[in-house]
């Protein structure tokens, strides 16, 4: 398995329209304890349900961590957070075998990555060699220890968190291992309303952690990751995300541009928020909504583009607002509420 082929072999597809009120329902119950992070959340659940990972990179204090424990109680899934470190050994993720005196044998002793949803947090804290470790599980599901693979469970996700301003005693993620993330995203500081709210919410529930009942369970969120996959996407829309990808890669400030995992990326995380919109069919602007979450974290910039400041963001910005969309996608008329036919989209 890898974060851009889910195993969904043995789950019953969900209709669009479930897949939209369920993401719906999970969006609104997060939301009740993660405030003003709406498009950031979107974006998180559209990602799993394309079954990708996700790393949310921002200053400390701006709820990262609640939101990720969140999304995972609200989709049913089991959760396990690590608190990333400098001393972390790869075992400390995988697990390891140990000596059963009882037996006189070596028993493997999964370790945390063995859950649903997998918090790597502060994941740039750990050295390169540990972070590595998340390389197979996040590429294929399945962690190998001493010679021998051990699957890992369905669904399986990982979420990291990573601090991008400070740089003493961390270790920048690699580009191997970003382009395993499907997205990044950042949270920001929110509005004085939204910081208001988090306040009073704090006070009203009286105790510091926060919790949200489930939505659904694992099963329920594998059938609506099988439905997301029924989906068919128009060819002009797979060229509108290779164009944007291409594009990356001929842009003057950038060096190494998007991977095809990069475009394959676009298209899937697009097409998981066309279903959350109760769409079954993509439309340009899906592509454009997810364009800088998916692609600026792959985007290696040349030399002189680093030193003036800019940011790769900028760069996924000037390539969509650059690159002419499809004129018309798709050729079947989508019926309106009315029973009429609609715009061809």
Not at 29 to 44: D, K, N, Y
Not at 89 to 99: E, F, K, Q, R, W
Not at 282 to 301: E, F, M, N, Q, S
Request: aromatic share 4%; net charge negative; with cysteine.
């Amino acid at each position: 398995m890898t974060d851009d082929d889910t195993m969904i072999d043995d789950a019953t597809p969900l209709a669009v329209a479930d897949i939209a009120r369920l993401s719906e329902e999970v969006l609104e119950r997060v939301s009740t304890v993660v405030v003003g992070m709406r498009p950031a959340l979107e974006l998180a659940l559209a990602t799993i349900l394309a079954g990708g990972h996700v790393l949310f990179e921002d200053v400390p204090g701006l709820g990262k961590t609640l939101a990720a424990r969140s999304i995972a109680s609200a989709i049913g899934l089991e959760f396990r957070r690590l608190q990333c470190t400098p001393d972390l050994l790869p075992a400390d993720i995988t697990g390891s075998y140990v000596y059963v005196p009882s037996s006189g044998t070596f028993e493997f002793r999964p370790g945390p990555v063995f859950t649903g949803l997998f918090l790597a947090d502060e994941i740039n804290r750990t050295s390169p060699k540990t972070q590595s470790a998340l390389l197979e599980a996040m590429a294929e599901g399945q962690v190998t220890v001493e010679g021998r693979s051990f699957p890992l469970p369905r669904p399986f996700h990982v979420v990291a968190t990573s601090n991008p301003i400070e740089y003493e005693g961390t270790y920048a993620l690699p580009e191997a291992q970003l382009d395993r993330f499907m997205v990044r995203l950042a949270v920001g500081y929110p509005d004085p309303e939204g910081e208001r709210r988090v306040l009073l919410a704090r006070v009203g529930r009286r105790k510091e952690r926060a919790s949200v009942d489930a939505v659904i369970d694992a099963a329920t969120l594998r059938s609506m990751q099988a439905g997301v996959e029924l989906v068919d996407v128009d060819p002009d829309i797979a060229a509108y995300c290779v164009s944007l990808a291409t594009a990356t890669r001929r842009h003057r400030a950038v060096e190494v541009g998007a991977s095809p995992r990069g475009s394959q990326g676009l298209l899937l995380v697009a097409r998981a928020r066309a279903v959350m919109a109760g769409r079954d069919f993509v439309i340009p602007d899906d592509v454009k909504a997810v364009a800088g979450a998916v692609l600026a974290h792959r985007l290696t910039l040349t030399v002189q583009a680093w030193t003036s400041g800019v940011q790769a963001v900028q760069v996924v910005d000037e390539v969509v607002n650059s690159v002419a969309g499809p004129p018309v996608v798709g050729t079947r008329a989508h019926v309106t509420a009315s029973g009429q036919d609609g715009p061809t989209v």
